[in-house]
């Protein structure tokens, strides 16, 4: 499972959290509990009038034998390339010339269920993105190759496919907006490597932003998830599944009681695009937002305390679909086609599930009136794989990189100066060109040759101009607060030409 940070939920969260099924806990339906087989013989067996009928603890057998042949294991092999201070050459620094350059043999599992009869498999994308070969071994052990069909870096989905010669059973996805803290759950998946395994616990909360990620929104359970557990489902007493278990909060590695779950709403939009496309498509304004502040609200005049009062537009990018139609730094939105936004999270979500190319009325508040401004949403520059088209063959060539806008919070984590400039690399994908050039994640690129790139749209640009003749790009990269220049030679590397 992937852990959360301890600089982001150890300060938050202290100590562990033990979660107790107490055994008084009951739902209606079960059956009664025969009170006389502890009665002493010669008493009296009639109970008193106010005495209520004893309850037996949930019984999850029948429901997990339900649900356990469509929930699989996932193996994956791939190589572990060494770090550069372990004999990688990179643009930035000497290799020691004592350390092997040899990649290692890496094999991982985890966890993940059929949601078609024709094969197709929801996961984590944590599960498969460095993946040289993917195979899934179904409940009664049949082992088949799968193939990735597409993976969401930002919501940590995945799918991928196998073929096999008999109808699977298969998952439907729930309602996952009307699960509620306290309702029993069910998680099950392959953690430590033991298969088939099932947990129970109840919902603990909903609507967790954990700092994973611009999309969060998890439901945290206390049903014991642990490493291996990535990629399984968590379903309700009707079998549906709320929730792909993808994260844990916890000290040790193992579970401690807190475990959060992709919610099955964003689930099955990303699972519908990454099914047809093989990626997702995101709306996108182009603005900057910060949440609002007490004393923000009160100089802004928005009342309220400042809670849930909507996103402060902190900066409007160039040429953007928000700077197009008006917005303005100073801007706070509180509602996109007249669903309200609190908080700069919700935007996010609203924005990204527009479709690009459609209108959104944007109902915002500025200088103390409101105003209703109408915006054309682009599509998120860096949602796609950096690529460059090859003139006269058969075969796109991709770079390989994915590629995300500089924000605030990204030139604070990589110590950037407020007013620098680019295109952070999001993810590398295993065995492309830029990966054989010791491109890495958090490398930001600010510029293509001798022209300089201030955001995803210009690099994609630039190096898809660069890159024409298909042979080399020469990137000009800021690492660690030092900038250089880059061979990325496009004939190198593995199969680049899927995007995602």
């Known amino acids: 499972m992937t852990e959360i940070s301890k600089n982001k939920a150890g300060r938050a969260l202290r100590g562990a959290l033990v979660a107790v099924l107490l055994g008084g806990s009951a739902l209606a339906g079960f059956a009664a509990v025969d009170a006389r087989a502890t009665t002493p013989v010669n008493a009296d067996t009639t109970p008193p009038a106010s005495a209520a009928p004893l309850r037996a603890v949930p019984d999850f057998a029948d429901l997990a034998q339900r649900v356990k042949p469509a929930v699989v294991s996932i193996t994956v092999k791939g190589l572990v390339r060494p770090a550069a201070n372990e004999g990688m050459p990179t643009p930035f620094g000497m290799m020691r010339p004592d350390q092997p350059q040899r990649a290692r043999p890496m094999e991982a599992r985890g966890s993940g269920f059929i949601v078609s009869e024709t094969g197709l498999i929801v996961t984590n994308n944590h599960v498969v993105k460095d993946a040289k070969t993917v195979s899934v071994t179904l409940d009664d052990g049949t082992e088949l190759p799968a ?9 940590d989905i995945a799918v991928i496919k196998v073929d096999s010669s008999k109808k699977l059973p298969w998952l439907e996805l729930g309602d ?10 069910l998680a099950m998946g392959n953690p430590f490597g033991l298969g088939g395994t099932v947990t129970a616990g109840i919902v603990s909360a909903s609507g967790r932003d954990i700092g994973s990620g611009p999309y969060d929104n998890y439901i945290q359970v206390d049903a014991p998830i642990n490493q291996g557990n990535s990629g399984g489902p968590l379903f309700t007493q009707d079998g549906r599944v709320v929730g792909i278990n993808t994260a844990i909060l916890s000290p040790t590695g193992g579970s401690v009681g807190i475990g959060f779950a992709i919610p099955a709403a964003m689930v099955r939009t990303v699972v519908a695009q990454l099914e047809k496309d093989g990626h997702v498509t995101r709306g996108y304004i182009g603005v900057e937002t910060q949440q609002v502040s007490p004393a923000m609200a009160a100089a802004l005049k928005l009342g309220n305390d ?15 679909p928000a700077g197009k139609a008006g917005l303005q730094a100073g801007d706070v939105i509180q509602a996109v086609n007249g669903d309200k936004v609190g908080t700069p999270r919700a935007l996010a979500l609203a924005v990204a599930a527009v479709k690009p190319g459609e209108k959104a009325s944007f109902d915002i508040i500025r200088d103390g009136a409101r105003k209703t401004i109408e915006v054309a949403v682009g599509d998120m520059p860096n949602e ?14 991709s770079l390989g990189v994915g590629l995300a806008a500089l924000s605030p919070e990204l030139r604070d984590q ?4 407020d007013d620098a400039k680019g295109a952070v690399i999001a993810n590398v994908k295993p065995g492309s060109p830029a990966e054989a050039a010791g491109l890495r994640e958090g490398d930001v690129i600010v510029g293509v040759g001798s022209r300089g790139v201030a955001n995803p749209a210009e ?15 020469a990137l000009r990269v800021m690492r660690d607060g030092h900038t250089g220049f880059v061979a990325v030679d496009m004939t190198k590397g593995g199969d680049a030409s899927k995007e995602g």
């Open 147 to 155: 193939k990735v069909i597409g993976v969401d870096p930002r919501t």
């Open 176 to 185: 996952s907006a009307h699960v509620r803290p306290g309702e029993w759950v």
């Open 306 to 320: 400042g809670k849930d009062v909507g996103a402060l537009v902190a900066g409007v990018q160039a040429d953007s």
């Open 384 to 397: 796609r794989t950096a690529s460059a088209g090859q003139t006269g063959g058969e075969s796109r060539q």
């Open 414 to 417: 990589l110590n950037l100066p």
């Open 459 to 473: 690099a994609v640009s630039a190096i898809r101009k660069a890159a024409q003749d298909g042979k080399a790009v």
